[in-house]
């Protein structure tokens, strides 16, 4: 056993090639969960000034100033909701509309899966367990589409361009689903951009009999249309033709108006999100929490070679976790403030448990006796 006399010339010797080492590989982590590092990006909405909406790029996002505030009860409780969208395409996924209240468990939202619209009551979208249905074949590149969506006492009926598309006895929409902030473009706990053009939302507190759909997409896809008529029930209309500015007008008054922020984000990105919050049963969440520890094996290898130069191997190994940890947390803080990027305690976690697993394969036979070669651990180091 070496002495601690003795390890701290070693630590001397083998201090710059292991800092400059370590330093390296902070970096490539750095690079790699933070870049591109743009904390605030243009938003993508643009006018469509010549037929009236709104076209949504790379990653465009509109928020409502306001929450809507539907009727605690309307007698049947029954509402409706009408898009009318141009899908830039149907090779991607993203989120078309979200209705988000920090109070509700539930948050209604509509969102894009290929040619297909899913309608659900959660936020994340993750879970095969989530309450939501799926309408196939409904969205066509650069087609407009009417969809209205109208939920009574037996259930919610699906409108494809004034046509009943679907019916779902199970799904209901209620006042809380609606009693919300509007997010259009994006969902609002996440990074999930949609890519196209809306040109109408309506939203209402009845259900919607057959005659009306039909001639509410009559309505909206008439020649230099302005939107049905109808304002019974009515909660929000909008049109989209202001064709300039940042705000959009709502048709109705008590609704609220909808504006264009200069930059884009996700605006109610959770900060380090629980372990709890974060789980969604799944092949693809295991998938990253293996591919979260394995991440930083190689980080903890290399920090580990550093610490071994003046420390025992627990000491060693500790001083590693620690030291690793706290880089995952520092990145896991930033990323709250990247769009792209997550903030969550998991990763914290896995990361950690990743530099621990790196750490003591330092400790291997084959492992001790390579890193020994290239000179980064003490001539003298032994399990």
Known sequence: MRSSANRQVDGMRGAKKEIALTALTVVAVLVATLWPLNLFPNNGVTWVSAS????????????????????????????????????????????IL??????????????????????THDAYVESDQTIKFFVDHVLYPAKLVFVAISSGRNGTTVYVDGQAAQVFPRFKIS??????????????????????????????AKELTPEEASQHYRDWTALNGHGPV???????????????????????????????????????????????????????????VVMNVAGFIPLGLVVSCYFVW?????KAILATAIFCGLLSLAIEVVQFYIPRRGSG????????????VGAML????????????????????AV
């Open 98 to 119: 979200s209705f988000y209240n920090p109070m509700q468990t539930r948050q209604f939202q509509v969102w894009q899966w290929r040619n297909g619209l899913v309608v």
């Open 362 to 381: 330092l400790h291997s036979r084959l492992t001790r006796k390579a890193m020994r070669k290239i000179g980064l651990v003490p001539a003298g180091f």
């Open 230 to 288: 109808d304002v019974d029930a009515a909660l929000a209309r909008y049109t989209f033709r202001e064709a300039t500015g940042t705000e959009i007008h709502n048709e109705i008054a008590s609704g609220p108006t909808l504006e264009i922020p200069s930059s884009f984000s996700v605006p109610h990105k959770a900060f380090l999100q629980s372990p709890v919050q974060e789980f969604r049963p799944g092949w693809k969440y295991v998938h990253e």
């Open 310 to 314: 003046t420390r025992t191997r627990w």
């Open 345 to 356: 305690i998991t990763d914290i976690i896995t990361n950690t448990l990743g530099a621990a």
């Open 175 to 204: 006042s809380s689903d609606l009693s919300g902030g509007i997010v259009l473009g994006t969902s609002p706990v996440r990074y999930d951009p949609w890519n196209g053009e809306v040109r109408g939302l309506g939203i209402y």
């Open 52 to 95: 009236g909406g709104l076209e949504f790029g790379k990653a465009g996002l509109v928020v409502s100033k306001e929450a809507v505030v539907p009727p605690e009860t309307n007698g049947s409780r029954c509402y409706s909701l009408e898009l009318l969208l141009r899908p830039a395409g149907i090779r991607s996924s993203g989120t």
